[in-house]
């Protein structure tokens, strides 16, 4: 049942966020202790208890998030990488590039101070592009006194409990992702920037995907930004496509987090959805800053 095994490493206790995936690692401060040795008993941990790791009262600065984010890989907006879509180009950090701004906060000018009601929708971070994204990793520097909270979908435990028939009518189908998608329904007509409905912004993958690490399958597609299967008509993909987000989404498959200031969650968007809940009044103010990591070609 994709039950994670429960282990503290040598330099941190290990708490389970549920029964199929997440937990809470603590007695590390990442800005004091991080060592490769250390990362490597992190990133382990992150990968056996299904990609989701929660890091609470991190002071990090967003140099030494960059800095920490780096030790997973390249990260969309470093130099001589790829950064994210031109349309979200508005509310990246203006001293460094890797940084995309979450946040409803306006300065003096009135001028966002990152994207409000980001992702609030199901989908896999950057799922549109030809190398989608491995781990997101979010920093909560403000948060509202209620609500904003975030919810995670494990779509490697979904995958386990498809009948063995549905499994193998997946096993060699593919789908196209399509930031239009997001584009159409989720951004202003006006803040949308055309070439990003062409060209780079889109990509074909496995519906089913076999993880890099860890080699389990999990299902690859997105309500966000998953467009249809290839070789199917529009019809015959939204039914399917219906099928297994109904089944993924449900609540066994599901942790809901509450986000706390200092808190630093990572996870990992070859085998998680993720929806973020936007539900706080404007008066309450909220201020994230995220660095995604570039991941490898889907298999
Ligand atoms: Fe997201």
Not at 258 to 276: C, E, P, Q, S
Request: proline share 5%.
């Amino acid at each position: 049942m994709g039950q994670a095994m429960i282990g503290d490493s040598l330099n941190f206790k290990v708490k389970p966020l549920t029964p199929y995936f997440g937990a809470e690692i603590s007695g590390v401060t990442i800005n004091c202790d991080l060592t490769d040795e250390l990362f490597a008993e992190i990133f382990s941990t992150w990968v056996d208890f299904g990609g989701l790791i929660l890091l609470k009262d991190q002071m990090l600065t967003t140099k030494q998030h960059i800095e920490f984010s780096r030790y997973f890989g390249p990260l969309f907006g470093d130099p001589n990488h790829e950064p994210l879509q031109n349309t979200v180009s508005r509310y990246m950090h203006p001293n460094h590039s890797q940084i995309y701004r979450v946040s409803n906060l306006v300065d003096k000018a009135g001028d966002p101070l990152g994207r409000k009601g980001a992702g609030t929708y199901w989908h896999s971070d950057v799922s549109f592009r030809e190398r989608p994204a491995q781990a997101s990793i979010l920093h909560a520097k403000q948060v509202p006194n209620c609500g904003g909270d975030t919810i995670f979908a494990n779509q490697a435990s979904s995958y386990d409990l498809l009948s063995s028939g549905m499994k193998k009518t997946l096993e060699d189908i593919f789908a196209w992702h399509d930031f239009s998608i997001a584009a159409r329904t989720q951004y202003a007509d006006k803040i949308v920037v055309e070439r990003d409905m062409h060209g780079d912004n889109q990509a074909l993958h496995p519906v089913v995907r076999t993880h890099l690490n860890s080699g389990k399958k999990s299902l690859f597609v997105n309500p966000g930004f998953t467009s249809h299967l290839d070789g199917f008509t529009y019809d015959e993909s939204s039914v399917i496509l219906k099928f297994l987000y109904d089944h993924c989404t449900k609540p066994e498959f599901i942790y809901r987090h509450t986000w706390k200031k200092g808190d630093l969650l990572i996870w990992d968007n070859r085998v998680l959805m993720h929806y973020a809940i936007m539900d706080y009044p404007d008066d309450q103010g909220r201020y994230m800053e995220r660095c995604t990591v570039i991941g490898e070609k889907p298999f």
